[in-house]
């Protein structure tokens, strides 16, 4: 009977345990049910908040790779609100391909190492266009340290990059004009220190004269121009009417001589160089094209340019385009051409020494500069201006030049021309002691000279005509043409060219 009470009790004591336990569960169910009741409002009133934001918000569930995007972000990329699809991927998609892998690549690394993510970067909009965007993130990491979701915003600063592109843009072409201005300042520096024969043409022979003549005509226009004639003509004068005359009068004359420079070197010169473009070329230089681009370059002794350059003068002619040395980038120059030589460059074409391409390229208004021989009447004028000009800078008076010494000078027939009687000149202002000219020279005529000074009238005529005809492409009639030059009626003219046996070549 004393075990009954016992049992009694046991019973008694399970009861209440086995009471508290169901208890203790129905207390726990209540506040999980609580907890995900507060849990769903939580997030109902953040999706609320999300999709009432004023910026650009949006949130990434890692774990599923649901992401929420704002109103307002779906506003900014043209899209209805719910219309964008909620993944991470199609948000990549619409990443500018340049800008994926970078953009991509930073969120990784704020994932893996929680590195601030801060980055620009170009979506898609609905209408196909790209638009930069300033994005910034913040991820949330579990009790593990694994990254569980991530939060950011976007801002649309298209406008300022666009304004920044656009100051970039300005000021790579300021670095341009920059370069080309202290090319243009050190090439002009150079030709300082160099000392021309004079700054105008001196004389006033007809042959002169018609030269000035051509040179009004064409002045004016960008038409490639070649002057021919003999060394020591004057050609770089007539160069520098030419380009004084010009709507490109405002900027310098930009010239190289062909024949001064090595081979290896007029290309460098003409084009420019990249840095490390060959041994030696320590810095980027810009060639004569680039200083002349809206200006004028004067390329004389062209017949002396390596057969090996010709093409790519000629493309530079042709399309106003070229490469400079070591690089593969194409600049564009708007550069007008005047080129000269002493050859007979229809001669070297048919040597196979010059382009015919080139050839026909240059010749589009050839201008023949006479030698001093056939205007013997400028060399008083001549003379007067370099001895006035040569005394000045020796610091030696010299006032009168006697008649004698101006006969000599004006009887010699200059095979050097002009070049050769500046030379003659100085040579004499330097032995002259008083204020008279004293002529050192011997100028004495080769039994040649006296030939060709004995010429008939018919043989002057004769060669007078052919090269008026020659300047006028062998136009006899027409505005500009020979017989209006001449000063004849075209049916004379041919009767002329008839009788003297001129016939087009």
């Known amino acids: 009977m004393s075990s009954l009470p016992t049992i009694i009790i046991v019973l008694a004591f399970y009861c209440v345990i086995v009471t508290l336990f169901i208890l203790g569960l129905a207390i726990q169910r209540a506040k999980n049910r609580r907890a995900k009741e507060e849990f769903n409002k939580s997030e109902v009133r953040y999706l609320i908040a999300l999709e009432g934001a004023t910026e650009g918000l949006w949130d990434w569930e890692i774990s599923s790779d649901r992401v929420i995007f704002s109103n307002r972000f779906s506003e900014s990329l043209g899209y209805s609100p719910g219309e964008m699809s909620g993944t991470m991927g199609s948000f990549r998609k619409r990443l500018h391909p340049e800008d994926a892998e ?17 980055i620009e970067c170009r979506l898609r909009i609905k209408a196909g266009e790209y638009l930069w965007f300033l994005t ?8 593990e340290g694994k990254a569980a979701s991530m939060s950011g915003w976007i801002q649309n600063i298209n406008a300022r990059k666009q304004a920044e592109l656009s100051l970039v843009t300005a000021l790579s072409e ?9 090319s243009e300042r050190i090439y002009l520096q150079e030709e300082i220190k160099s000392e021309y024969n004079h700054e105008n043409i001196i004389g006033q022979s007809d042959e002169l004269k018609y030269v000035l003549y ?12 070649l002057l021919l004639g003999e060394t020591g003509t004057g050609k770089e004068l007539v160069a520098r009417a030419i380009h004084s005359l010009s709507l490109r009068k405002d900027r310098a004359l930009v010239k190289i001589n062909c024949a001064t420079l090595p081979s290896n070197l007029i290309e460098s010169e003409l084009f420019g160089h990249e840095k490390g473009a060959y041994t030696g070329a320590h810095s980027r230089q810009l060639g004569r094209f680039e200083v002349a681009n809206g200006a004028t370059l004067f ?17 530079v002619i042709q399309d106003g385009e070229f490469a ?60 007067d201006f370099y001895v006035n000009k040569i005394s000045k800078r020796l610091g030696k008076p010299i006032l009168s030049i006697p008649t004698s010494i101006m006969d000599e000078l004006r009887n010699y027939n200059w095979p050097g021309n002009v070049r050769e009687l500046e030379n003659v000149l100085e040579r004499a202002v330097i032995n002259s002691s008083g204020s008279k000219l004293h002529l050192v020279d011997e100028l004495k005529r080769s039994n040649k000279d006296l030939t060709t000074t004995q010429r008939t009238l018919d043989d002057v005529e004769r060669e007078y005509i052919i090269r008026v005809l020659e300047q006028t492409n062998w136009n006899v009639s027409g505005r500009n043409g020979a017989a209006e030059i001449l000063g004849l009626n075209r049916s004379t ?9 001129i016939h087009r070549p």
Not at 107 to 113: A, V
Not at 136 to 143: G, P
Not at 299 to 315: T, V
């Open 214 to 225: 051509k040179v009004e005509q064409i002045a004016r226009t960008d038409s490639t121009v």
């Open 299 to 315: 390329l004389d002794e062209i017949g002396e340019l390596p057969l090996e350059l010709q093409p790519k003068l000629l493309g």
């Open 324 to 383: 400079r040395l070591g690089s593969t980038k194409t600049i564009k120059v708007d550069v007008r051409i005047i080129a000269a030589t002493n050859r007979n460059l229809e001669e070297e074409v048919k040597k196979g020494r010059f382009r015919e391409d080139l050839w026909f390229r240059l010749n589009v208004f050839p201008i023949t500069v006479p030698p001093l021989r056939d205007r013997l009447s400028d060399v008083p004028f001549l003379a």
């Open 136 to 143: 910034r993130a913040q991820a949330i990491w579990d009790a």
């Open 174 to 182: 300021i670095r341009v004009l920059k370069d080309q201005l202290e």
């Open 493 to 501: 003219l041919r009767a002329r060219m008839q009788k003297l046996g």
């Open 102 to 118: 970078k953009t991509w690549a930073a969120i990784q690394r704020h994932l893996q190492e929680r590195v601030p993510f801060n």
